[in-house]
């Protein structure tokens, strides 16, 4: 092989490395630090015990209420996440939704939606709902993520939550799934109905993000360089 299709292979490695790479622009992250990112339909609760919704973590945040000692004891999130039980257990109206307003879409493509996500495994029922929407420019919602009762259960039930194939747990598990649709502001909606005893979820690390191919020329020629090092020991062998 000589110096110039050595060259050529080395800069056509790097070539195809490079269209197969993908930026993130992160659009919008949700951490549930605090409640400043989201309005609510009902107000952060806790009787103290198993009727709660709210934050758990270092800046816990239960409205008027107490620290709920009913806790499942949720893992693998990151500090703070929102979390509840019985939802209309101290009387609010179900179901309760979250609304992220005015994301800004706009020149965005390949836009994808994920979090962690964890549910009681064994109290929920066929009538509970869990999912999240999005519409553009107002122009009215559609579903993006849903959670739906165990398709194998012989009852409607107790028994747990799927995404797909995979159950919901106490351990926080990522999920993602891409958007259809185009606009130039994007609405985010999240809609729960827990509405028995034992019926408790977590969730954390909200994100939207779009992803595109972009040329990034430093990354090309490093990746040319590694393509011409592999030649280079090939030919030595
Ligand atoms: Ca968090
Ligand atoms: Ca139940
Ligand atoms: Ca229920
Ligand atoms: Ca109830």
Redesign the pocket.
Same mark, same amino acid.
Not at 86 to 89: C, I, Q, R
């Given at each position: 092989m000589n110096r110039l299709t050595l060259l050529s292979t080395a800069l056509l490695s790097g070539v195809i490395c490079f269209t197969a790479t993908a930026t993130a622009d992160v659009l919008l992250t949700e951490t549930f630090d605090n409640n400043s990112g989201f309005s609510q339909s009902v107000g952060f609760f806790s009787d103290g015990q198993h =009727?709660y919704f709210g934050i758990n973590g270092s800046a816990e945040d239960w409205g008027d209420g107490t620290t709920p000692s009913g806790q499942k004891g949720y893992t693998g999130f990151t500090d703070n996440f929102l979390t509840g039980e019985?939802? =209309?257990?101290e009387g609010a109206t179900l179901p309760i939704t979250l609304n992220w307003t005015g994301i800004d879409v706009s020149n965005q493509s390949d836009l994808t939606f994920s979090g962690d996500f964890g549910a009681s495994d064994t109290n929920l029922d066929r009538s509970d709902e869990w999912y999240f929407e999005v519409q553009f420019d107002g122009n009215g919602f559609t579903k993006v993520m849903e959670f739906v009762f165990d398709p194998n259960h012989p009852d409607s039930i107790n028994a747990g939550f799927f995404y797909g194939s995979e159950a919901l747990t106490s351990v926080a598990k990522n999920f993602s799934a891409n958007i259809n649709g185009t606009g130039s502001s994007m609405d985010l909606r999240m809609t729960i109905d827990f509405?028995?005893?034992s019926e408790d979820f977590a969730v954390d690390n909200l994100r939207v993000a779009s992803f595109s191919a972009i040329p990034e020329p430093g990354s090309l020629a490093v990746l040319g360089l590694i393509g011409c090092v592999g030649l280079v020991r090939r030919r030595r062998r």
């Open positions: =009727d019985d939802l =209309d257990g509405n028995s005893g």
